[in-house]
């Protein structure tokens, strides 16, 4: 802590050595909605379900398998480090004052936030200290066994003020896993602004803009890709009293993939949430989208699936209802469901209920 807490920071540094295995990987059916992968389709007509034929599901009841890691038999003498630093400014920690530019500099502050780890031989074809330096983030340099990296960067104007307020962000995060046949590379670069206007007690709006860049290089060469996306959000909130809120949103996504067959979506979704909560007795939350897709290229490939997200080109509708209920001190009861349909396809129902307790 520095300058009466103006500057904050946290700092951790760790280096290692041991042994990497070489890990290969199969997907296994499980109970639907307790996966996390959905087996899109069968690409090459071969009645086998290969491993470039599964993606990420995006809805629960599609959930239906799980990746399962498999040890191999080969081992690699690895260097390790691992390296986190956190850094907070507020300003308004040593200035303050109501005047001119003092009033001005205490409405900014700022947080960086950084997560690097990575395993490496020794010898590296471009530094011989590499497996020392936790910056070093060559994913192309085959030293480089695997690595995992999170930069974040948020900038804020009137962080806690309830008038008006924005907050800038910019991330960049790259992976990279060894693999038995060669190694997996994923990194996302974004940039999003979002802003904040209380113009009543009773009245808000905001509005969220991102701009990114999603890399995608497999040893699967059908689910490489590499997308270029933009999402724009303006939100409406009515909340008259602290128990009752509703909003009225619109979004506009656009993607396209830039290498390949240069698939590209234009996504528009309308909606509107209502959430209903009380202390003692728990909470209602429903929610209702509306999704106009526009698409270009096959919808049956691991890209398309990544663009559309689990839906279909046309109309899309997708609605939602979530109970939470208090039964004592020590449990919650809460009741899920979701529903959605889209063109040419049967309405598709999902629900499911959940006790806690807590000790």
Same mark, same amino acid.
């Given at each position: 802590?520095?300058?009466?807490?103006?500057?904050?920071?946290?700092?951790?540094?760790?280096? &290692? $050595?041991?042994?990497?295995?070489?890990?290969?990987?199969?997907?296994?059916?499980?109970?639907?909605?307790?996966?996390? @992968?959905?087996?899109?389709?069968?690409?090459?007509?071969?009645?086998?379900?290969?491993?470039?034929?599964?993606?990420?599901?995006?809805?629960?009841?599609?959930?239906?398998?799980?990746?399962?890691?498999?040890?191999?038999?080969?081992?690699?003498? $690895?260097?390790?480090?691992?390296?986190?630093?956190?850094?907070?400014?507020?300003?308004?920690?040593?200035?303050?004052?109501?005047?001119?530019?003092?009033?001005?500099?205490?409405?900014?502050?700022?947080?960086?936030?950084?997560?690097?780890?990575?395993?490496?031989?020794?010898?590296?074809?471009?530094?011989?200290?590499?497996?020392?330096?936790?910056?070093?983030?060559?994913?192309?340099?085959?030293?480089?066994?695997?690595?995992?990296?999170?930069?974040?960067?948020?900038?804020?104007?009137?962080?806690?003020?309830?008038?008006?307020?924005?907050?800038?962000?910019?991330?960049?995060?790259?992976?990279?896993?060894?693999?038995?046949? &060669?190694?997996?590379?994923?990194?996302?670069?974004?940039?999003?602004?979002?802003?904040?206007?209380?113009?009543?007690?009773?009245? #808000?709006?905001?509005?969220?803009?991102?701009?990114?860049?999603?890399?995608?290089?497999?040893?699967?060469?059908?689910?490489?890709?590499?997308?270029? @996306?933009?999402?724009?959000?303006?939100?409406?909130?009515?909340?008259?009293?602290?128990?009752?809120?509703?909003?009225?949103?619109?979004?506009?996504?656009?993607?396209?993939?830039?290498?390949?067959?240069?698939?590209?979506?234009?996504?528009?979704?309308?909606?509107?949430?209502?959430?209903?909560?009380?202390?003692?007795?728990?909470?209602?939350?429903?929610?209702?989208?509306?999704?106009?897709?526009?698409?270009?290229?096959?919808?049956?490939?691991?890209?398309? @699936?990544?663009?559309?997200?689990?839906?279909?080109?046309?109309?899309?509708?997708?609605?939602?209802?979530?109970?939470?209920? #208090?039964?004592?001190?020590?449990?919650?009861?809460?009741?899920?469901?979701?529903?959605?349909? #889209?063109?040419?396809?049967?309405?598709?129902?999902?629900?499911?209920?959940?006790?806690?307790?807590?000790?």
């Amino acid at each position: 802590r520095l300058l009466k807490g103006a500057i904050t920071s946290t700092t951790f540094y760790q280096i &290692g $050595t041991g042994q990497e295995l070489k890990r290969d990987y199969v997907f296994q059916e499980t109970t639907p909605g307790k996966g996390n @992968y959905i087996y899109r389709n069968d690409d090459n007509k071969n009645g086998v379900k290969d491993r470039d034929e599964y993606a990420l599901a995006v809805f629960a009841d599609t959930a239906k398998y799980i990746k399962i890691y498999i040890p191999g038999i080969d081992f690699i003498k $690895t260097y390790s480090n691992e390296f986190n630093e956190v850094i907070n400014l507020t300003p308004d920690a040593i200035i303050s004052g109501d005047n001119g530019w003092k009033n001005f500099i205490t409405r900014w502050s700022n947080l960086f936030s950084m997560q690097l780890s990575q395993k490496t031989l020794k010898d590296s074809s471009t530094s011989e200290y590499a497996f020392l330096n936790p910056f070093y983030q060559n994913v192309q340099d085959a030293s480089l066994i695997s690595t995992q990296s999170i930069y974040r960067n948020t900038l804020f104007f009137n962080r806690n003020k309830s008038k008006f307020g924005f907050d800038l962000t910019v991330l960049n995060s790259k992976l990279k896993t060894l693999l038995t046949e &060669g190694f997996d590379y994923k990194t996302n670069t974004e940039g999003g602004l979002n802003t904040r206007w209380d113009i009543t007690q009773t009245y #808000s709006l905001n509005f969220l803009s991102k701009r990114g860049r999603k890399i995608n290089s497999s040893v699967l060469k059908t689910q490489n890709f590499e997308i270029l @996306y933009l999402e724009l959000e303006p939100r409406f909130i009515i909340q008259p009293t602290s128990t009752f809120r509703i909003s009225f949103f619109y979004n506009h996504n656009n993607k396209v993939n830039e290498i390949g067959l240069k698939e590209e979506v234009q996504h528009q979704m309308s909606g509107t949430e209502i959430k209903y909560n009380t202390l003692k007795a728990g909470s209602i939350q429903a929610k209702f989208n509306y999704n106009f897709i526009k698409y270009t290229g096959d919808q049956n490939t691991s890209v398309g @699936y990544e663009l559309l997200e689990g839906l279909r080109p046309g109309g899309n509708m997708t609605w939602g209802l979530t109970l939470q209920r #208090s039964l004592s001190n020590s449990t919650q009861l809460s009741l899920n469901y979701e529903g959605r349909k #889209s063109e040419d396809i049967p309405v598709i129902h999902t629900g499911g209920i959940q006790l806690r307790a807590f000790f």
